[in-house]
Structure formats: structure tokens, C-alpha cells
Nanobody, 121 residues
Framework: VQLVESGGGSVQAGGSLRLSCAAS????????MGWFRQTPGKEREGVAG????????YYADSVKGRFTISQDSAKNTVYLQMNGLKPEDSAMYYC????????????????WGEGTQVTVS
């Protein structure tokens, strides 16, 4: 299983970024996908999750109304559209996958990407 994130960068407060995560090595349609973030010295935080069929999405309270998780099953890719970015959103963002079950940010995800940095100033 391989997860490769992209789309991170530096942006001013109030701006937007879209993160992408390309998945390979497994049957994408049977896996939940999620986005997590972590800053040095802090615990990893679940940001958003999406069910394998895309019908259910989950968000941390801190990003509700600003972030949107979506997926393109044909491309085996999950996205995180981030609008209204705040300095406190600055973190390394990780894509993750798990097979079935609850897909929310509090779930235990099995596979992880290496992350993409987001910096909001």
C-alpha cells in the first residue's frame, strides 16, 4: 500500500489549499480514507475521513465548515479542500487508509503517507 500526498505549501491566513493523496497497491474502493495533521510537540489530530463509497464524511470540529474531504475513485485519489485557513492549521498533513469500519478521524487507520507541509501565516 502506498499513499502519496501533494499540494501542501505556504499561504496567507484566509487563503485556500487543496491537498491530494494518490493511493496504490490495494483495492481503493474497499478502504476508508482520512486526513490527519501534526505539529511538533503535539499529538496527531484527525482532520477528516470519508467512507469507501464516499457517502459518509467526518470532520473534526476545528475544521467543520472550512475543510471538505472528497475522493475520485477512478483516480484512486482523495482530496482535502481547505478554505479559510488559519495559522493554527499549520501542520504536517498526512493521508491515511483503513479497510472498512468506522471512517471518522478518531478511527485507527492502518496505512500512512509521508505527509505534506502546510504553513499558514
Amino acid at each position: 500500500v502506498q499513499l502519496v500526498e501533494s499540494g501542501g505549501g505556504s499561504v496567507q491566513a484566509g487563503g485556500s489549499l487543496r491537498l491530494s493523496c494518490a493511493a496504490s497497491g490495494y483495492t481503493y474502493s474497499t478502504y476508508c480514507m482520512g486526513w490527519f495533521r501534526q505539529t511538533p510537540g503535539k499529538e496527531r489530530e484527525g482532520v477528516a475521513g470519508i467512507s469507501s463509497d464516499g457517502d459518509s464524511t467526518y470532520y473534526a470540529d476545528s475544521v467543520k465548515g472550512r475543510f471538505t474531504i472528497s475522493q475520485d475513485s477512478a483516480k484512486n485519489t482523495v482530496y482535502l479542500q481547505m478554505n479559510g485557513l488559519k495559522p493554527e492549521d499549520s501542520a504536517m498533513y498526512y493521508c491515511a487508509a483503513k479497510r472498512g469500519g468506522f471512517c471518522g478521524p478518531s478511527a485507527d487507520f492502518t496505512f500512512w503517507g509521508e505527509g505534506t507541509q502546510v504553513t499558514v501565516s
